[in-house]
């Protein structure tokens, strides 16, 4: 078992400078992990801080003011104050409560952009954005070339010089393209397809190349600005519900051990209400899924969402390798050997300034051999001739993974219930053609936030009160579905709707060649649907069906072993907590039983961070799976492609997982 230490940095956006900038407010200073403050801060922040304090598993909690008066102390529980109580009624104590007009449950593009619209429409509101990485931006990746359509709509008066005020912030780079390539791969060739044959929305003019986790921590900060609170480090373990809608979220109880008992440091979770609750996780949110099969927002006529894994790699790389804003995308090999190949994916290679290389790979879930690793085939990739060059004489310094809808438009659920609304990947309206989601995420917090305002009036503010009123009933703003259906993230997304069906019906060639025809005739005016019935659960077939797979074995200079790649992404968990990856009790026996025996355990390869393995029982002389939960790093993949769908992925304590800083 293999666990990163680590150190979570001390701001809670990326550089203690922060701290010095926002001199409206308080700041919170914890340990390995802090909350920088807003204009408006909550009157019980206080108790809400000592929660991110214990997982980040220091003693005290420092709270200076913003005259800079003499710290105040808050000292963990005694030990006799804990044992006074038993274990059963410290788990079961009530939780205490906070209260705001609009919730948003994470911090990536759509949730803060929604938390920025919010202010920008009403200051009055209070706005709260929750986040489980230690820091904002902490469990953000993407590859990312970045249309800023939707920024400039959400920032207007920053349009012409958003790139300046972000490399200001972040001191990040946002690199325009320059030169854009779509190449298929053979073995040990390529070709390239000329740019006017692809689908416009593949075209990246005007597009820049970017960190996504950078630019999260930037909208974060304005955010805090305008008076939202961003409070990264809290996991919304699970969803209230009152009053036949959605009241808010519970974040998890923390300090407790392996085995389910308190700690010393036992917290218990904060309830934290809202008029509105919007959800923001990203794709395959614990809370989102819940929340689907509650309200059944997958109704008749919705495909299943389908998703693929991204895996990606930053290079830092010798001055002569840059290609300063250079955009290449293949499909080919290694995932397809032929026009006929099933296997969807493709890789990306993108050249940022002043000396980045970013690399990935996406392999979609619905593959049929369960030998298939899409690490391996990942570092396979690297070596290929036309992408080595790049990265000849760099140093690999960051790794990931995180997986991505590529349903489209037919496998977007109903996105509204009473009391909230899913947003942005949560949703599901990532583009798979234009392999972009970032602008569509953006519009859609923006959407639901004008739909808010609108419906939410001139009513009280619960700043005033502090708590929802007592007759409050959770309302459903239902405007803001006819609002996406009336912009312009509609309209793309249906135009290439069919698309991703046609690559998983008629296999890698046929599919292009309908991406084109849709492209380039259709333009989303065809009558007919092609379905997609099967999740990707279900697509993998047994192991007799197929013969292993022989990878070659890492150089350590140009492809890794995965564990040694995993270090590079700061993935730290408690190791005294409950296991946040759970075998459902119905299907306590699968993985033993079914899964190994019949799909060779395919969960072993799959996993893009070594948490899965089966390890010989002598006693019982069979395989048994072990679980090394310390090692996830939040991809989901476990939770989509494990046969049977055994395992139920929950949120950890706050603030662990890894620790992306330039993803």
Not at 181 to 201: A, C, D, H
Not at 323 to 331: I, K
Not at 612 to 625: F, G, P, R, S, T
Request: glycine share 10%; hydrophobic share 35%; charged share 20%.
């Amino acid at each position: 078992m293999w666990m990163s230490k680590s150190w979570i940095r001390a701001s809670s956006f990326s550089s203690s400078t922060k701290f010095a900038r926002l001199t409206s407010g308080s700041t919170y200073s914890i340990g390995r992990g802090a909350v920088a403050n807003s204009k408006q801060r909550h009157p019980d922040l206080k108790r809400l801080s000592s929660s991110l304090v214990t997982a980040a598993n220091d003693t005290t909690v420092t709270i200076t003011d913003k005259q800079g008066n003499t710290p105040l102390k808050r000292q963990q529980p005694s030990a006799s104050s804990v044992r006074c109580m038993s274990s059963s009624e410290m788990v079961d104590e009530p939780r205490e409560s906070m209260a705001f007009d609009v919730l948003i449950v994470g911090g990536g593009p759509s949730g803060l952009s929604a938390s920025i619209r919010l202010k920008q429409l009403n200051p009055e509101l209070s706005v709260c954005v929750i986040d489980k990485g230690s820091e904002i931006g902490a469990h953000i990746l993407s590859g990312n070339v970045f249309d800023p359509k939707a920024l400039h709509e959400l920032l207007p008066d920053l349009k012409d010089n958003w790139t300046e005020e972000f490399q200001s912030s972040q001191g990040a780079n946002a690199t325009a393209v320059k030169k854009d390539e779509f190449k298929v791969l053979t073995e040990t060739g390529s070709y390239t397809i000329p740019n006017i044959l692809l689908p416009g929305q593949l075209h990246n003019d005007g597009n820049y190349i970017l960190s996504l986790s950078q630019l999260c921590r930037w909208l974060a900060t304005q955010a805090e600005e305008l008076g939202v609170e961003v409070y990264p480090g809290f996991a919304a373990s699970e969803v209230l519900l009152e009053a036949g809608g959605v009241k808010g979220i519970a974040t998890r109880d923390v300090g407790l051990a392996k085995d389910g008992t308190p700690k010393e440091t036992f917290e218990r979770g904060m309830e934290l209400h809202a008029k509105q609750t919007l959800f923001a996780e990203g794709a395959r949110g614990s809370c989102s899924e819940f929340l689907m099969d509650h309200f059944d927002l997958r109704q008749d006529g919705i495909m299943p969402q389908t998703f693929g894994l991204g895996i990606k790699e930053v290079w830092e790389v010798p001055e002569e390798n840059l290609q300063p804003g250079l955009v290449q995308h293949t499909l080919g090999w290694p995932l397809q050997s032929s026009p006929t190949s099933d296997v969807f994916g493709g890789s990306f290679l993108y050249h940022l300034e002043p000396n980045m290389v970013l690399v990935g790979l996406v392999v979609g879930l619905d593959y049929a051999n369960p030998y298939l690793n899409p690490y391996q085939e990942f570092q396979r990739w690297k070596t290929h001739p036309s992408i080595a060059p790049h990265l000849e004489g760099g140093t690999c310094i960051s790794y990931g993974a995180r997986v991505l809808n590529e349903g489209g438009f037919h496998a977007i659920p109903k996105l509204t219930f009473p009391g909230g609304a899913l947003i942005g990947c949560s949703a599901g309206f990532l583009n798979a053609v234009k392999i972009k989601g970032t602008h569509t995420a953006i519009k859609s917090g923006m959407l639901a936030a004008e739909a808010i305002v609108e419906e939410m009036g001139d009513g009280d503010s619960i700043a005033e009160t502090g708590e929802l009123p007592e007759d409050h009933i959770p309302q459903e703003v239902a405007s803001y579905a006819s609002k996406i259906e009336s912009s312009w993230v509609h309209d793309e997304l249906y135009e290439v709707r069919n698309c991703h069906q046609a690559f998983a019906k008629w296999g890698i060639g046929a599919g292009l060649a309908y991406t084109g025809l849709a492209a380039h005739l259709l333009k989303g005016k065809e009558p007919w649907t092609l379905d997609h019935t099967t999740p990707d659960s279900k697509t993998t077939k047994e192991a007799k069906d197929f013969e292993p797979i022989d990878y070659p074995s890492p150089d350590g200079k140009l492809t890794f072993d995965l564990l040694t790649n995993l270090q590079r992404s700061g993935t730290y968990h408690a190791e005294d907590q409950p296991a946040h990856l759970r075998i459902k009790p119905e299907l306590a026996e699968f993985a033993e039983s079914i899964s190994i025996k019949d799909f060779s355990g395919p969960e072993q390869r799959f996993c893009p961070a070594a948490v899965y393995e089966y390890v010989e029982d002598a006693e019982e002389q069979k395989k048994k799976l072990v679980i090394n939960a310390q090692n996830c790093v939040h991809c989901k993949c476990c939770s989509i492609k494990m046969p049977g769908e055994y395992i139920d992925w929950t949120v950890p304590e706050g603030g662990g997982g890894p620790q992306y800083q330039v993803m």
